[in-house]
């Protein structure tokens, strides 16, 4: 299991053209698989799962695969991080777009990218939203209250998501009618 800083997730995920639109709809799908994978680690037993940070793999990607090698006992090999065998095929052209980061070298670069590349509304409402499981996870977070007008972009957001399923509800039930 990779743990990343939720607030990186949160604005990585807002990039995907498979997810949909909205900060706290991105950061409440971190959130979900959080929870699912401690529901996992509780009935699979914690020798079954190893958590690896997303921090410590790019900043040591070494020994974090030694690792996961050592885990699914799997022989560690230098050779495992040379990339350069041509994989351009193995991504559809709708994927190539977002995953083309995986043919290149790890790098740091986005490891708290949340601070640069979201805005300050943004970053409040994502410590805020999420500052207890972020804690729990080791991962430090300012708590300063909200402002009013930050307040009301999470309550429209929150609103957003409530609606979509409404919509969704109200359609399924028609269909099945």
Not at 11 to 30: E, Y
Not at 82 to 108: C, Y
């Amino acid at each position: 299991h990779l743990i990343r800083d939720g607030r990186d997730t949160t604005r990585s995920l807002m990039q995907m053209p498979w997810r949909p639109k909205g900060l706290v709809n991105n950061a409440r799908f971190w959130v979900r698989n959080l929870k699912e994978v401690s529901r996992t680690i509780n009935k699979l037993g914690t020798d079954s799962i190893l958590e690896i940070r997303y921090e410590e793999l790019v900043t040591k990607p070494e020994q974090s695969l030694e690792l996961i090698c050592d885990f699914i006992e799997e022989k560690y090999e230098a050779s495992l991080f040379d990339n350069s065998e041509d994989q351009a095929a193995i991504f559809s052209n709708w994927e190539s777009g977002w995953k083309q980061k995986t043919r290149s070298k790890l790098n740091t670069d986005s490891i708290n990218s949340w601070q640069t590349e979201l805005d300050e509304d943004q970053q409040a409402i994502l410590n805020s939203y999420l500052k207890d499981i972020l804690a729990g996870l080791g991962y430090e977070s300012k708590t300063n209250k909200l402002n009013i007008k930050q307040k009301i972009k999470l309550g429209f957001e929150f609103s957003t998501i409530a609606w979509r399923k409404l919509i969704r509800s109200v359609l399924n039930f028609l269909n099945r009618s």
